[in-house]
């Protein structure tokens, strides 16, 4: 199972989610922004955390036009598996592959600590092993993680089943608490939270453990 | 010729820095202030000859997150 994850000028959760995609059994190249291919043969691609580009102009908005990501955009046209985490999660935006906006935290603080998510949507290969409604714990670590959708595109997204996970105390001003969404086809899956940090017993926490067990489980009967 | 750039969060997307200044401002005595909202400007250096139609395809792309910022162009 083949794993790419970029790098960004500023990344700095790459390696953290290299590991975790490796402890799962999967095989991970790094993949540098200006590259203008993908690895062939890709399962999934990982876009980390971090602060690409120093989050000038808006955070994302400079990575999401970096060489690479056009490639990352036609992966996911043509059905192909990623997850976007914190910084990750706001180039997906950014680049149009999921929707929505991150804007500045409501408390304008940054915050860094493990918060409560619960599961809305189980049926899907990053969060199959959790169950719908289920609490876990999950380090979060950011200053722009309020996410933005319009009234009418809120509704499209819950009638879809596209929140994939809520927080349980909104620490950010989230609309409809939303930290994790996923696009239509169910292949892309962006969050603020950090799965890559809560997947170690040296963490603190596993309980991201299970999502990328999840993802490897899935592919192999894919 | 120049060109300025100013993008806005849309009316109606809370801005929460806008809203630290109002209160601060309240702090300060300036009880008239009922409402601020934050942006910011850019200002570009271009060639000659440069369309504001390109400026305008600048800000779709990269200036601005069309999804909760609005923008304006003045070229100069």
Known sequence: ?????????????????????????????????KDTELPQGLDIVGVPGGFSFG???????????????????????????????????????????????????????YICRTVGLRVENAETAFTSQYEVGQVI??????????????????????????????????????VADIAGVISKNRRVLGMMPHPERAADEGHGGTDGVAMFRSLVDQLASA | MKARVYVMLKNGVLDP?????????????????????QGKVIELDLAEGTTEDTVTDMCEKLLANTVIESYRVELM
């Not at chain 1, 500023?10 to 953290?16: E, F, H, K, L």
């Not at chain 1, 000038?56 to 046209?77: D, F, M, V, W």
């Open chain 1, 55 to 109: 989050d000038y102009l808006r955070c994302g908005a400079i990575a999401a036009n970096s060489p690479i990501c056009k490639s990352l955009i036609a992966h996911t046209e043509r059905g192909g598996f990623a997850l976007g985490v914190c910084n990750g999660f706001q180039i997906l935006t950014e680049t149009g592959i999921l929707p929505g906006a991150l804007r500045r935290n409501a408390g304008l603080k």
């Open chain 1, 137 to 174: 714990d999950v380090p979060i670590a950011h200053h722009d993680g309020n996410y933005f959708v319009t009234d009418e595109k809120l509704a499209q997204l819950q009638g879809e089943g596209r929140i994939a996970f809520t927080y349980d105390d909104n620490p950010n001003g989230s």
């Open chain 2, 17 to 37: 820095q806008g809203e630290a200044v109002r209160h601060a401002l309240g702090s300060l005595g300036f009880d008239s202030v009922e409402g601020v909202r």
């Open chain 1, 1 to 33: 199972m083949k794993v790419a994850v970029i790098v960004f000028p500023g990344s700095n959760c790459d390696r953290d989610l290299a590991v975790a995609f490796e402890q799962a059994g999967m095989d991970v190249t790094m993949v540098w922004h």
